[in-house]
T-cell receptor, first 113, second 114 residues
Framework: DQQVKQNSPSLSVQEGRISILNCDYT??????FLWYKKYPAEGPTFLIS?????DKNEDGRFTVFLNKSAKHLSLHIVPSQPGDSAVYFC????????????FGTGTRLKVLA | DAGVTQSPTHLIKTRGQQVTLRCSPK?????VSWYQQALGQGPQFIFQ???????QRGNFPDRFSGHQFPNYSSELNVNALLLGDSALYLC?????????????FGPGTRLTVL
């Protein structure tokens, strides 16, 4: 049962344009969401997080949007840079009494110069 | 400031053997979680250690066990290795034992079971 889904395995974007990565979840108990970036041969690097009490969180070029009614979150990268090319994972957790993150299967972003 | 470190980087074992993977958390962190990432998949939670105790466990068999030491470092042990245990094993650390505290990952140990 895949509780966190990233339905686009890959995405190509031109340098300087916006990258939008999407993530859907099924468990309405999830109340904390994160995005990680992963380069080959490295561990996932934390990018940005959002609590379910918010619908938007911004950090520099990265913005995460949360739509609780649709059980959907998205990561916007503006402007996209070639160094952003990596696999992006969304993760979710239920913060009351559990500590594990549930990850999606990832989206490979390629930013074209 | 040292981040999360893991050893070894790569490991090759044969079916039925046992393996121990090691993790040192980020400075100031006291909680260690272990994840398994199979090829083409997202990381899957194995278990989490806090105050030297296993606090939560994912859907993994008892062949997977762990330990946390007083200095907060941790080991993951896998017994009776199966071919399906081949994966990237990730350690993540977080602070203060708070469930919302962000987990920071190490580079992983690539385990190949032949």
């Amino acid at each position: 049962d895949q509780q966190v889904k990233q339905n686009s395995p890959s995405l190509s974007v031109q340098e300087g344009r916006i990258s939008i990565l999407n993530c859907d979840y099924t468990n309405s108990m999830f109340d904390y969401f994160l995005w990680y970036k992963k380069y080959p041969a490295e561990g996932p690097t934390f990018l940005i997080s959002i609590s379910s009490i918010k619908d938007k969180n911004e950090d520099g070029r990265f913005t995460v949007f949360l739509n609780k009614s649709a059980k959907h979150l998205s990561l916007h990268i503006v402007p996209s840079q070639p160094g952003d090319s990596a696999v992006y994972f969304c993760a979710a957790s239920v913060t009351s009494g559990t500590y594990k993150y549930i990850f999606g299967t990832g989206t490979r972003l390629k930013v074209l110069a | 400031d040292a981040g999360v470190t893991q050893s070894p980087t790569h490991l090759i074992k044969t079916r039925g053997q046992q393996v121990t993977l090691r993790c040192s958390p980020k400075s100031g962190h006291d909680t260690v979680s272990w994840y398994q990432q199979a090829l083409g998949q997202g990381p899957q939670f194995i278990f989490q250690y806090y105050e030297e105790e296993e606090r939560q466990r994912g859907n993994f068999p008892d062949r997977f066990s762990g330990h946390q030491f007083p200095n907060y470092s941790s080991e993951l042990n896998v017994n009776a290795l199966l071919l399906g245990d081949s994966a990237l094993y990730l350690c993540a650390s977080s602070g203060q034992g708070i469930s919302t505290d962000t987990q920071y990952f190490g580079p992983g140990t690539r385990l190949t079971v032949l």
